[in-house]
């Protein structure tokens, strides 16, 4: 008579554990991060672009910026353009290509979950923010750039409150429109808002009504926070607030009609 089959116990599923949370966010937040920093597009807009805006701004005499020195008041508000970069632009495109091709679907399904995976973004946005302020900062700082030390922790918080702000319209439009439309509307939406939209130029200096309306923009919240902060050496509480309620606003619509697959 034969008798039963040895098992092998490490191959059983009731052995196989997953990682603790903490590990698996940091862990996808690490790959979101490294895809950000080595995908040609993804770089393009998130450092290329807010760096030649630096340089353009510091070292031409046009479009005026307002009072203060020149490329101080140009490096708070291409500080602001890179969160919106990375935050919005970036995160909406990569979350419309990955809705199409089911890789949100099929991550929502592992340990990591949905929750887990809407924070390892969040964090892995946080973590290129660091590396383009860094950048940033530096080639700044050799044009000049002195910012106002008493400004720093107010001009940490409007990044966190923008980047929440501007990761939550991302997955509005990412999460809703197809693919293509994502692309379309994510670049065109960076090239108004840089523009037109109050993060390079105050709010206050556009013409009457357009200076209202501007000023209620989260790309102007952003833009004038950062520049109260660095500039002035002031604290954003204004500005903070509008970007909180642009948050709760668009992660209400968000979690509404945010669809994870095609």
Do not use: C
Request: hydrophobic letters at 55%; aromatic letters at 6%.
């Amino acid at each position: 008579m034969t008798g039963p089959l040895p098992t092998d116990r490490a191959a059983e599923p009731s052995d196989v554990r997953a990682a603790p949370t903490a590990r698996r966010i940091l862990a996808q937040a690490g790959f979101e991060a490294r895809g950000l920093l080595s995908h040609g597009e993804q770089l393009l807009v998130s450092i290329v672009l807010p760096l030649m805006a630096l340089v353009g701004l510091a070292l031409t005499d046009a479009p005026s910026l307002g009072d203060g020195e020149r490329i101080d008041v140009a490096t708070a508000g291409v500080l602001a353009l890179a969160v919106i970069s990375t935050a919005f632009t970036g995160q909406a495109i990569l979350l419309g290509f990955e809705r199409r091709y089911g890789v949100l679907r099929m991550l929502g399904t592992t340990p990591l979950g949905r929750g887990g995976l809407l924070l390892a973004k969040a964090v892995s946005v946080l973590a290129v923010l660091a590396v383009q302020f860094v950048v940033l900062g530096v080639i700044a700082a050799f044009l000049g750039w002195s910012p106002q030390a008493a400004g720093i922790p107010g001009a940490l918080l409007v990044t966190v409150a923008g980047v929440l702000a501007f990761a939550s319209l991302a997955a509005l439009i990412g999460g809703t429109l197809r693919a293509e439309g994502v692309l379309a509307l994510a670049n065109l939406l960076w090239i108004l808002l840089a523009a037109l939209g109050g993060v390079l130029i105050s709010a206050a200096r556009y013409p009457a009504p357009w200076d209202t309306i501007v000023s209620f923009l989260p790309s102007s919240a952003l833009g004038d926070g950062m520049r109260t902060a660095l500039v002035d050496g002031g604290f954003p509480l204004a500005e903070i607030l509008v970007l909180l309620v642009w948050t709760g606003l668009a992660s209400a619509l968000a979690v509404r009609h945010l669809r994870w697959s095609d």
